[in-house]
């Protein structure tokens, strides 16, 4: 079954760049949304965008001016670039695979759905000095 | 953004009991809803998703329903694995969280 793998450094410092990388493995990376969701300590996840496996993308409003988000399709990979950092950043960042229809993204309505099915375990990532 | 509130915070359940979790959007115009289970240590486990499509593997004793603002996750008959924080999602919005714990 399709399994995901985070990676990345677990330590930034504060107004660097946070980048992650995660790494799908018994499945296809196409026609996937290829979600980036990061957890507080003690708070509910928060979507912090998707890209799909073409490259196209979008990211949830509050984070806009600071992701990127890439995919690799020969490496069956997906990558998140979080800029300038702080330590309201420091959470549990977890990868998945995401499905999304409807109407389009663009006029999403009561029709439009967006889910995630498959999760990996996790990354922890700390901004300290 | 839609905001999304669950009700209650935190919910005491004896094994056989039957329980309900209410979701509520901010706005008239909402999504179809998803709903997960996270357990301590553990990425959130996908239960339902479109507001009533029970996920593949998930027990029948779970379901949704609802539409436009408001939703309900059901466990008919709590069992001891269902102990555990549920949360809805739409689009890029989770609610903030029930926990269900035992009484």
């Known amino acids: 079954q399709v399994q995901l793998q985070e990676s990345g450094p677990g330590l930034v410092k504060p107004s660097e760049t946070l980048s992650l990388t995660c790494t799908i493995s018994?499945?296809?990376?196409?026609?996937?949304?290829w979600t980036w969701i990061r957890q507080l300590p003690g708070k509910a996840p928060e979507c912090m965008g998707y890209?799909?496996?073409?490259?196209?993308?979008n990211y949830n409003p509050s984070l806009k001016s600071r992701v990127t988000m890439s995919v690799d399709t020969s490496k069956n990979q997906f990558s998140l670039k979080l800029r300038s950092v702080t330590a309201a950043d420091t959470a549990l960042y977890y990868c998945?695979?995401?499905?999304?229809?409807?109407?389009?993204?663009?006029?999403?309505?009561?029709?439009?759905?967006?889910?995630?099915?498959?999760w990996g375990k996790g990354t922890t990532v700390t901004v300290s000095s | 953004d839609v905001q999304m509130t669950q009700s209650p915070s935190t919910l005491s359940a004896s094994v056989g009991d039957r329980v309900t979790i209410t979701c509520r959007a901010s706005?008239?115009?909402?999504?179809?809803l998803a709903w997960y289970q996270q357990k301590p240590g553990q990425a959130p486990k996908l239960l339902i998703y479109?507001?009533?499509t029970l996920e593949s593997g998930v027990p029948s004793r779970f379901s949704g329903s609802g539409s436009g603002t408001e939703f309900t996750l059901t466990i008919s008959s709590l069992q001891p694995d269902d102990f555990a924080t549920y949360y809805c999602?739409?689009?890029?919005?989770f609610g903030q969280g029930t926990k269900v714990e035992m009484k």
């Open positions: 998945a695979r995401g499905y999304y229809g409807g109407e389009t993204w663009a006029h999403r309505g009561p029709y439009s759905y967006f889910y995630m099915d498959v």
């Open positions: 018994g499945g296809s990376i196409r026609n996937y949304y």
């Open positions: 890209i799909y496996y073409s490259g196209t993308t």
């Open positions: 706005q008239s115009t909402s999504y179809r």
């Open positions: 479109k507001a009533s």
């Open positions: 999602q739409q689009l890029w919005t």
